[in-house]
């Protein structure tokens, strides 16, 4: 099952585990793994700014042209290899000049970066 949370709804859930996580704390008891880790996925949704898209991508497995962000369409290792013509190790070991950004476990590249990085190798090769 699948549920969508508005950001009021999000940062209202950090600030409740929050305090059942502090709370806790006080009372030297330990903190159930499964709240640290919905903790931790919360925040990781709240601080992203491509949160709505990379929910979506985590449901249907791809990124449709119809959830660019106003940064840009975002795309996964393999898609991002697929353009620059090397195998998906290769996107991973340059992620940090593609721009690649770690989220669920997966790594996200703009579509525009990925682009330009092709441009300027192709001008460096003239």
Not at 88 to 107: E, I, M, W, Y
């Amino acid at each position: 099952m699948t549920a969508e949370l508005s950001p009021d709804e999000i940062r209202a859930a950090l600030y409740g585990l929050g305090e059942f996580r502090d709370r806790r704390a006080i009372m030297g008891r330990p903190v159930p793994p499964s709240i640290t880790a919905l903790l931790s996925r919360l925040e990781t949704i709240h601080r992203c700014p491509m949160a709505d898209v990379m929910a979506d991508v985590s449901r249907t497995r791809h990124v449709s042209p119809g959830d660019a962000t106003n940064s840009g369409e975002w795309i996964g290792t393999k898609e991002a290899a697929r353009m620059l013509g090397w195998h998906p190790r290769k996107v991973q070991r340059h992620a940090a000049d593609l721009d690649g950004k770690h989220l669920g476990g997966r790594l996200w590249f703009q579509t525009r970066t990925v682009r330009e990085y092709m441009k300027d190798a192709e001008r460096q090769q003239k």
